[in-house]
């Protein structure tokens, strides 16, 4: 079981970045996504979720109209377009899958597999 995220970077205030998890040994349909992220000496926090057997979507108040999340199921790979990017979102962000019963959730408790992470840093 894999899931590997891609995308993060640095970029200025206001920019844009689109980060991918692609996932693999697990039937996708089976389970929903969600994105995390952890800022230094801060608290994972829960950001996004998709349901993939529906394309419902569930963001946090402080991304939402901002970040967009979208899935392939072609390709195994859930992206999550962040646009009007802030210094505070600069962080490490994970992928996660949960299984699909739960249908939209941010409990990491919920979650089976986690991805590596990829860093986003954002500059004022």
Avoid: H
Avoid at 54 to 62: A, E, H, L, N, V
Avoid at 77 to 86: E, F
């Amino acid at each position: 079981v894999q899931l590997v995220e891609s995308g993060g970077g640095l970029v200025q205030a206001g920019g844009s970045l689109r980060l991918s998890c692609q996932a693999s040994g697990f039937t996708f349909d089976d389970y929903g996504i969600g994105w995390f992220r952890q800022a230094p000496g801060k608290e994972r926090e829960g950001i996004s979720c998709i349901s993939v057997s529906d394309g419902s979507t569930y963001y946090i108040p402080s991304v939402k109209g901002r970040f967009t999340l979208s899935g392939d199921n072609a390709s195994n790979t859930v992206y999550l377009q962040m646009n009007s990017l802030r210094p505070d979102d600069t962080a490490v962000y994970y992928c996660a899958a949960y299984p699909r019963e739960y249908r939209l959730t941010l409990n990491g408790r919920s979650y089976d597999y986690w991805g590596q992470g990829t860093q986003v840093t954002v500059s004022s």
